[in-house]
């Protein structure tokens, strides 16, 4: 039977988990713990990954990263040889560590970021022995649970420095204060209520996201030439613009100036047309093209985009000057 598709391309999010061979502990103590961020953290450097949130449970872990350089596998294959190699030293062992290969969910970043990383960081108080434990308890238990990116989130003395805060911060109006106590309260939220999982989401096909974005995937990626071991959309992708490079060659087409078009009014198309190219292109999160754009809030990006994606259906004309203008940033690209 064929392995299902591992679909990678340079700036996806993904969420990744591997459990225990026969579900056993793969961390028995806090040794193990700090061999696992050791290898973690080196192996985050030499392959160029950005780690958004982890947590460490007695026989499996959660990550949830960003991979600029779409090189997932290699990333995982590097960093999981590593802390066996180093846990079955240890622990005077041979063999597997692992439950088969890692488990990995393509993530809709601009709409569910948020979600997968909640649903990481609230894993500690889900096990059986606190289903029934009144509230306060269950939060009390997840701000004592070490092995965890989230303490980081509400406290910049808490945070390792291999973990990048920002990401998903910048969904919460930034990594500041008013961002982090946000993220504090969105964490309480998901205990106070019964919040329904969103990996479930991705059972089957394995994309967390919405329809427009698994759309994009299917046809970026699902294909009958996504069976080949090189899939030629990542090779495309890898050849795209830095999003200053972008900005620049957009306004250069358009024959005006950056700071013209980054700081027209809210409902300006061309702005709204430069925003689509970004994220299309570029690979980038919506709070990273407001910041690109003139400062503004995410929500104004994806309701801009959403405008922009509206009119492009109803409007001919508009489609085809869209289109004219992604050919020729394509083109350029391709110089590059």
Known sequence: M???????????????TCRGNEKKEIFLGDKDHKNFLEKLSLSLDIYSVSLLTYVC???????????????????????NISYTSAFNRRHHRVG????GRYKAFLIDADNYLLEVSRYIHLNPFRIKAFSKKPIREKWDELLKHKPSSLLGYFSVKERKDF?????????????????RQGYRQFIKLGIDREIENPLELGKGHGI?????????IKEKFISKEASKREQPALKELRKKFKPEDLIIHFAHLLRKGKEDICRRGKKSLERAMLMELLYRFCQITQPEIGRLVGG???????QARKRLQIRLEQEPKLKRRFDKLSDQLLQLSRGI
């Open 57 to 79: 449970m007695p026989n499996h872990f959660h990550l949830l990263v960003n991979i600029p350089e779409g090189n997932l596998s290699e990333f995982m294959r590097h960093f």
């Open 208 to 216: 967390v996201g919405e329809d427009d974005f698994i759309q994009w």
């Open 96 to 99: 597997n560590l692992y439950q």
């Open 296 to 302: 503004i809030d995410y929500s104004a990006v994806s």
């Open 2 to 16: 064929a392995r299902p598709l591992r679909i990678q391309y340079p700036g996806a999010y993904y969420h990744v």
């Open 163 to 179: 973990v990048n805060y920002k990401t998903v911060l910048d969904y919460m109006g930034g990594d500041n204060l008013k961002g």
